[in-house]
């Protein structure tokens, strides 16, 4: 997709179109997408690198005292949302890195993060790590004031059909709109839980993806709108059935060669493929607070409900943390399970490589796969067979991420420090709220 638009592509775009108001977007620490919307008419002068915002308000940015910030738009990021078209003209969006004003990149912006690590790939004679995802959500039904409600939309399970699955139409004109933005999508089901959908789009380079997730969610959240819902990526926003996850399918690429295949070996992966799953391995305890960001990502991260807890590997077997899906030659790949859509979609996949890469440069030995369900195995045998535990909440995966140098680096001191004191009010806010629960518990007992 790179170089699908020069500067006077764009404008001859907005002329054709009707292009009125353009946004500007980037992404916070904690995920989410902001937008700085022009007119047209300063359409040019973004172009040229020149527009400024002030960052001191954005959630892990920098001081007030040190504000002033740039947005340079990706060209390539081009899309023109057609939920917008009328007569006031539609709304058209960029992508856009964050710089400082001396004209270097801002150390705390995730994209610029990502793009780091990538260099870091590159400079192992990497050329591209391309990245498919598999984001899942759920739709309530919004009130008559446009409110979220806890009424699902559907009763509907895995791959059903209206009517039991009500949300049908909905997530179709989600892939229409998808397809019109340059999407190629390859399915969309219903999923396992009542009211729980996932659409898969096809893979591309780590940034391009990330860029993806933001506007699948905007997307999402959007249409859904439309038909008196409310989509939401939260991981497990009901007891009782399966959460959301976002599994990611990775490759590393030279040149044209997947770096992953190994048509010699008994399960077509390489040495570097085995040295960079090791590093996964070893490093997942320590991203779990970047892939599962929130308190609620460790109410999905528990035995029963197909989101994986344990740290393994397995070419078959779904209970473990990294599946080997079975395509092979250039499709060859791992999917890590943990990831839920929560997650920033630059820091995770930075940090997710960032493992991998210290696996295949310290050439970590791989542990013998598990084709055992581990969910039925006890405590003690998964302590013979070496299976650890991701963390069981946010505050254990906070302690693990601050005591890991390889992915402390990936992030950087900046950005480590401001999502680590983000996530820890998070967490004190959740440790000292009395909830439902308890009361139902207690009241009467005591």
Request: hydrophobic share 40%; aromatic share 10%.
């Amino acid at each position: 997709m790179t170089g699908r638009y020069t500067r006077e592509d764009i404008m001859k775009m907005v002329e054709e179109e009707n292009v009125r108001y353009i946004r500007l977007q980037f992404t916070d620490l904690l995920g989410t997408i902001k937008n700085v919307e022009i007119p047209r008419s300063q359409l040019e002068k973004a172009l040229d690198n020149k527009l400024m915002f002030d960052g001191s308000s954005i959630e892990g940015f920098v001081r007030i005292e040190e504000s002033d910030m740039y947005l340079y738009p990706d060209l390539d990021s081009w899309v023109i949302y057609p939920w917008t078209s009328g007569t006031e003209g539609k709304v058209a969006g960029l992508i856009c890195d964050v710089y400082l004003p001396d004209g270097s990149p801002f150390l705390g912006d995730p994209r610029s993060i990502l793009k780091k690590v990538l260099k870091e790939a590159e400079e192992m004679g990497f050329s591209a790590f391309n990245v498919g995802t598999e984001p899942e959500f759920f739709l309530f039904k919004s009130d008559e004031k446009g409110e979220p409600t806890m009424d699902l939309n559907d009763k509907g399970g895995y791959f059903d059909l209206a009517p039991l699955d009500l949300g049908e139409n909905c997530r179709r004109d989600i892939v229409v709109t998808l397809d019109q933005l340059g999407f190629e999508v390859e399915a969309s089901h219903h999923e396992v839980a009542p009211g729980q959908h996932e659409i898969d789009f096809k893979y591309a380079n780590a940034v391009r993806t990330a860029d993806n997730i933001q506007i699948f969610k905007l997307v999402v959240k959007n249409i859904a709108r439309r038909y008196g819902l409310h989509a939401t990526f939260m991981p497990k926003p009901l007891y009782g059935v399966n959460g959301s996850g976002m599994h990611c399918h990775m490759s590393l690429f030279r040149g044209n060669e997947n770096a992953f295949y190994d048509e010699k070996d008994e399960l077509g992966l390489s040495q570097t493929a085995r040295h960079f799953l090791a590093g996964i391995l070893k490093h997942a305890r320590s991203f779990a607070a970047i892939t599962n960001p929130l308190v609620n990502s460790y109410k999905r991260l528990v035995p029963g409900y197909e989101a994986p807890c344990y740290v393994a590997w397995s070419p078959k077997n779904r209970s473990p943390l990294v599946r080997i899906p079975a395509s092979r030659g250039l499709s060859t790949r791992i999917e890590v399970r943990n990831p839920d859509p929560a997650a920033n979609p630059y820091l995770a996949l930075a940090v997710m490589l960032k493992a991998g890469l210290d696996g295949i440069k310290n050439e970590l030995p791989l542990p013998k796969q598990v084709d055992r369900n581990i969910y039925i195995m006890d405590e003690s045998e998964r302590r013979d067979a070496g299976i650890e535990s991701l963390p069981a909440t946010l505050k254990e995966a906070l302690e693990e991420l601050k005591s890991n140098p390889v992915i402390c680096e990936a992030l950087g001191e900046h950005a480590l420090t401001h999502f680590v004191e983000a996530k820890e009010i998070e967490w004190d806010m959740f440790r000292m709220q009395v909830h439902p629960w308890e009361r139902e518990q207690y009241m009467s007992l005591y």
